[in-house]
């Protein structure tokens, strides 16, 4: 019986959500198919929608998100949990506020902070590492820049619901009971994070929530989530082969520092990046035989959108939307990789950006993906199928980790003995 829905707007955020729930013990399934019979006999207790709302326009967002919860409401799910972004990116306000009015609650109680990331709610302003986030390279995304920091004023700007800030003193005698809107919890650590849980819990007011992969962390225990024995697996994998779809300046840093202790980088151009298959064949610009050529010579091989920087990936391609040019590079780099595994590379891969993960799931119509562990803060190990073969790919935000992370994987910190373990009856789907 469902127990939790958690709705994220990207892949990798579904993915780095629901693996706090299974390294738990509780059984869980993300899937993409967001007309998902919420009144089927499923096993899992933790079911995580994937609805790719965040580039959508807020009319559409809130319309898709007011539906889900609806549904769900009526399936008798006691506990709708939207996931949000920890860098406050996306249709915040307009999610929200749909999740809101879709639930029949009077409140929904809101903890955007991600404190083992540096991403904390103070007085109501959220910070990242101690800049407000609209000061902070995600105010610069030119994607998705945040406008504001002060996240109520965040959230007007996609809809009318009354926002009220929670400090952390105010925990000591507020009556949740009483609140209604959208209530926002100041959060500096992972004690505050608990102590906030807990409070929800004693009052009886987990039934709509709000947050990033912070919350969950706290969650389960709460919610009386059961565990299960972990099986074994094979053992890892020695080469690592890196693919970046993102173009945030985190990631960027982090391709630099891997190329500077050895990664091979190779970067692919934009013409290639932004044309459709058969147009990119057409032309010879293909890549495909000279990435194989590097993969088979390198045991740390780095593919990269980023053409060293984000802005030059923008350059000549006024005739693109924003939306068209983020498609279109996932899309290539979906095909890439399996371009490359038709060609017999057998190693793991990291990639970098949701739009990615996602674009490479629909290339090698994959339908299910099982998480197995958190390797590392924001970097999550997942097992998929691809023509009868198992690959193990890791997944990880454009926005999340530090600069040293790729040494961090190469010197083999992420082949930990966790990473040989996988949760019973833990799947993700994908629907079609």
């Known amino acids: 019986m469902i127990k939790i829905l958690i709705i994220a ?7 780095d959500t629901g693996i706090k729930f299974s390294t738990a013990g509780a059984k869980t399934k993300v899937v993409t198919d967001m007309e998902i019979n919420f009144h089927q006999d499923l096993p899992e207790e933790v079911l995580v929608l994937c609805a790719p709302t965040r580039h959508l326009p807020a009319k559409e967002a809130y319309d898709t998100i007011f539906k889900i919860v609806r549904r769900a409401v009526q399936a008798k799910i006691r506990c709708i949990y939207k996931k949000t972004d920890s860098a406050l990116r996306g249709n915040i306000g307009a999610e929200l506020s749909a999740a809101l009015d879709g639930s029949g609650e009077k409140a929904l109680f809101f903890i955007p902070a991600l404190p083992a990331m540096g991403r904390i709610t103070l007085n109501g302003t959220h910070y990242i590492d101690g800049v407000p986030v609209d000061q902070s390279i995600f105010g610069q995304d030119p994607f998705e820049p945040v406008e504001r920091s002060y996240v109520p004023d965040l959230l007007h700007l996609q809809c009318e619901v009354p926002v009220r800030v929670v400090t952390r003193e105010q925990l000591m005698d507020i009556s949740l009971g009483e609140m209604d809107g959208i209530c926002v919890f100041d959060c500096t650590s992972k004690a505050d994070m608990e102590k906030e849980v807990r409070l929800l819990a004693s009052q009886d007011r987990l039934h709509l929530l709000a947050g990033c992969s912070g919350l969950a962390e706290s969650l389960p225990v709460c919610l009386e989530l059961s565990g299960t024995d972990p099986e074994e697996k094979d053992g890892p994998r020695n080469k690592l082969m890196v693919v970046c779809g993102s173009v945030n300046p985190i990631s960027c840093s982090q391709l630099d520092y891997g190329e500077a202790i050895g990664y ?43 053409q060293g920087g984000g802005e030059q990936i923008m350059e000549g391609t006024s005739e693109l939307t924003l939306e068209e040019i983020r498609q279109r590079i996932s899309h290539s780099l979906g095909r890439i990789i399996k371009g490359l595994l038709d060609k017999g590379a057998d190693s793991r891969i990291l990639i970098i950006g949701g739009d990615t993960l996602l674009a490479f799931l629909e290339a090698i119509d994959c339908t299910e993906l099982t998480p197995v562990c958190e390797l590392h803060p924001g970097v999550v190990l997942s097992l998929v199928t691809y023509r ?14 530090e600069k040293e992370l790729l040494g961090i994987l190469q010197e083999g910190y992420a082949f930990c003995e966790e990473s040989r373990k996988t949760a019973d009856g833990t799947t993700i789907e994908k629907g079609r």
Do not use: N
Request: charge should be negative.
């Open 9 to 15: 707007d990207d892949f990798t955020g579904a993915l």
């Open 388 to 401: 009868g073969k198992r690959y193990e790919v890791l997944s990880k935000s454009g926005g999340f980790g």
């Open 264 to 306: 091979r980088r190779i970067h692919i151009s934009a013409e290639t990046l932004l044309g459709d298959a058969e147009t990119v064949q057409r032309s010879g610009d293909d890549p495909l035989d000279d990435l194989w050529d590097a993969y088979c010579r390198s045991e740390y091989l780095m593919i990269d959108s980023l």
